[in-house]
């Protein structure tokens, strides 16, 4: 593969020139290979190289540096703003701490380097000047769509156990299939996962379910994303004896992840969206199943299971929210579509017309033409109540809680009480929203509250 070219960045190949002037060899390794081998543009490049720390900083004593991981051999160059990481070709202890080696050893040889990474397709090396270095058949399980880990894929996922979250998120995101030892290892090893940090594997997760396998991912692997995600157990078994559904819940669910756009909170919502269902189910005289009220169960589950795994507040409050309105049925009412813009915002409800398609899309065909009608109706009421501004929310409203203190009501519950209810009737379309009108309800429902 010495014929091989990849197109190197000015700044990286500086650094590479200047580590091969002063005698050095100098790679460009792991995951900017891979990507430039998959013709994707790569985000970050990582570079190699025979020098030892010392003499890293030596031949840059005249750039900005990064020593904070010198102990593992690393240093950042810093040129243009960009820190690129150079790290000794080495080889590494034990992981007592299932992420760190206790200790590192450097070497002067590369192969030795690239054996301790966790699969072959991030095991290879590149320079200009020596072409591909590739000891474990990286190149092949590139081209034949491969995900292995290099030796034994036991003492791998035990040296640090993150590498099956990684396993995972590579498969659905270079749509690669995993090798049947390295698959086997995968589940044999799952229980090792309850030793990372939460959000570690939060950020694992999220980046999985973006990718464009993760349909199948998603199912072949389900036992793995149980262990830090119980609350999807339930679903696996769990039948839809329904006309609107010809799929178990957890292959609805799956279904519907693949359906939305890879959106970190879309696909997050589309995981959790039916969790609850299985607490839900009711099955009638006739043998018809129904999950009424399916939704506040699958909330409440999912909010319990993003503050475990120590998601930021404001995605928990997003996805708790979608997840809750996601099976409202909508009409073509203005009223309606105005209460829950009220409710959830703007933000969310045009997010939660992509949920509420990729819902349907994934259910049985029964009534699907009319459910998506629906939809697309309630997304054009939308759009045109907030092209023309009307009234759903109490910024929007005519009056404000100072106009209710001139007035004489000053309890300030009251007030956020009327404003509210003031706020409804403008919705329902019982008063219009003018100053004038919704003064005198205003001293109405004061009055009324007041009167023994």
Known sequence: MSEFTINIPSDVKLIMDKLEDAGYEAYVVGGCVRDSVLGLEPKDWDLTTSAKPEEIKAVFKDYSLVEIGEQHGTIGVILDGVAYEITTYRIDGNYSDSRHPESVSFTDNLELDLSRRDFTVNAVAYSEKRGIVDPFNGMSDLRYNALR?????????????????????????????????????????????????????????????????????????????????PEIVATFDCEQNNPHHNKSVWRHITASVSNIEPNPLLRVVMLLHDIGKPLALRTDSNGVDHFKGHNHF???????????????????????????????????????????????????????????????????????????????????????????????????????????????????????????????????????????????????????????
Request: hydrophobic letters at 40%; charged letters at 25%.
């Open 298 to 452: 699958s909330a409440v589950l999912a909010k319990s299971a993003l503050e475990r795994l120590k998601f930021p507040t404001r995605f928990i409050e997003d996805t708790v929210t979608l997840i809750e309105y996601h099976d409202v049925r909508f009409n073509g009412s203005g009223r309606q579509i105005k209460h829950v813009m009220n409710k959830i915002g703007t933000e969310n409800f045009a997010r939660l017309m992509k949920i509420q398609r990729a819902d349907v899309l994934a259910q049985s065909r029964y009534m699907r033409e009319t459910k998506l009608l629906n939809i697309d109706n309630a997304e054009k009421e939308f759009n045109s109540i907030l092209e023309s501004g009307e009234c759903f929310q109490l910024k929007n409203l005519g009056i404000n809680g100072s106009d209710l203190i001139h007035l004489g009501i000053t309890e300030g519950k009251e007030i956020g009480s009327i404003l509210e209810l003031l706020l409804d009737a403008v919705i329902d379309g019982t008063i219009e929203n003018n100053s004038v009108e919704l003064k005198k309800l205003a001293l109405q429902i004061h009055r009324m509250k007041k009167e023994p």
């Open 149 to 229: 880990c290099v030796g034994n894929p036991d003492e791998r996922f035990t040296e640090d156990p993150l590498r099956i979250m990684r396993a995972l998120r590579f498969a659905s995101v270079y749509n690669l299939s995993i090798e049947g030892n390295t698959a086997f290892s995968i589940v044999r090893n799952r229980l090792l996962l309850s030793k990372i940090s939460v959000e570690r594997i939060a950020s694992e997760l999220t980046k999985t379910l973006c990718g464009q396998s993760i349909n199948f991912i998603l199912r072949r692997y389900k036992d793995i994303f149980s262990v830090f995600l």
